[in-house]
């Protein structure tokens, strides 16, 4: 039996729009069961319908057979469940092609190259295939070498949303100032993140480009940001296209902050949680 273990994601990271990831250590199971295997749901998870992103990522990348999955990881949150399905199918389809030709290595470069098609964007999917925070841009994902450990505290709203639909909401152009503003905030983070320089971290995720927008759709979460904040987080952004908030801290500090966004926005819940540095993995059992 073939299973992948795929963390979630949190992409954009405030300015970094479809060009920062961050894995979450929120790991899913995709498994596929030989035929005629006696394995029960608690195992591995319940079989999924052609349908899931997961079963269909499987199929792209050649896989056959049953497709399970057991995941922590909310749908419809901005917590990139989309991207860990398309992920962990085609490692499976990946891994079962290479079992039936005698092969071990994990082509990365191809599987990411598939999941950036299936996914239309390529933020998540590096990020749950890599690992860390990631950069993108052009088809490429590069990992951050990161000066620090956070915590990271997510809020995640009762109800959900659709991508699709939060990226129609964005202008097709924007101004020169606010392209700039942004592109100065993202060098800034990506520079503080490796440097593990906490106090730029507030000023170098500030946007201008989606989350205001999305903000207006999605009230509470922007209570949720503002929650964290003046409770003690680091930083936070608007997960994805949201509605989930994720907060960076001390992790002495995870379950304090948490509390008191839990008090201050009951429309949610909160998750403490930490970056996943080992990205997705390929088991056989």
């Known amino acids: 039996m073939i299973v992948v273990r795929v ?18 250590a929120l790991p899913a199971e995709i498994a596929v069961v030989p035929d005629g295997a006696d394995v029960a749901d608690d195992d591995i998870g319940a079989a ?22 057991r995941s922590p990881i909310p749908p419809g949150r901005g917590l ?37 098609e ?7 999917v590096a990020a749950s295939l890599l690992g860390g925070v990631v950069a993108t841009a052009g088809g490429r994902a590069v990992p951050l070498p990161l ?36 592109v100065g905030r993202t060098a800034l983070l990506v520079a503080a993140l490796v440097a593990g320089d906490v106090p730029s971290l507030r ?9 205001d927008r999305r903000f207006s759709a999605a009230f509470p979460s922007r ?26 801290c001390a992790p002495s500090a995870a379950d304090h902050l948490a509390a008191e966004v839990n008090a201050a926005v009951p429309e949610g819940r909160t998750i403490v949680t930490a970056i996943d540095g080992a990205g997705a993995t390929v088991e056989l059992r």
Not at 9 to 21: E, H, K, M, V, W
Not at 165 to 172: E, G, I, K, T, V
Not at 224 to 234: E, F, I, R, V
């Open 48 to 69: 999924v319908e052609s349908t899931h992103p997961a079963a269909v990522a499987f199929r792209t990348g050649g896989g056959v057979g049953a497709v399970h999955v």
């Open 7 to 24: 963390p979630g994601s949190s992409a954009n990271l405030g300015p970094g729009f479809d060009a920062l990831g961050m894995a979450l």
């Open 147 to 182: 000066g620090f450990e956070p915590a990271v505290v997510l809020w995640v709203p009762t109800a959900g949303t659709s991508t699709q639909r939060s990226r129609h909401a964005l202008p097709a152009t924007v101004t020169f100032g606010d392209a700039a503003f942004n």
């Open 118 to 124: 299936l996914e239309g964007h390529a933020d998540n």
């Open 203 to 211: 000023t170098a995720t500030e946007d201008r480009l989606h989350q």
């Open 223 to 248: 209570e949720a940001l503002a929650a964290g904040l003046d409770a003690g987080a680091w930083a936070g952004w608007l997960s994805g296209s949201g509605p989930s908030v994720a907060l960076l």
């Open 80 to 116: 990139g469940f989309s991207g860990a399905m398309r992920v962990g199918g085609l490692l499976a389809a990946d891994a079962q092609l290479r079992m039936n030709r005698g092969e071990d290595d994990v082509d990365r470069v191809a599987v990411l190259a598939a999941a950036i």
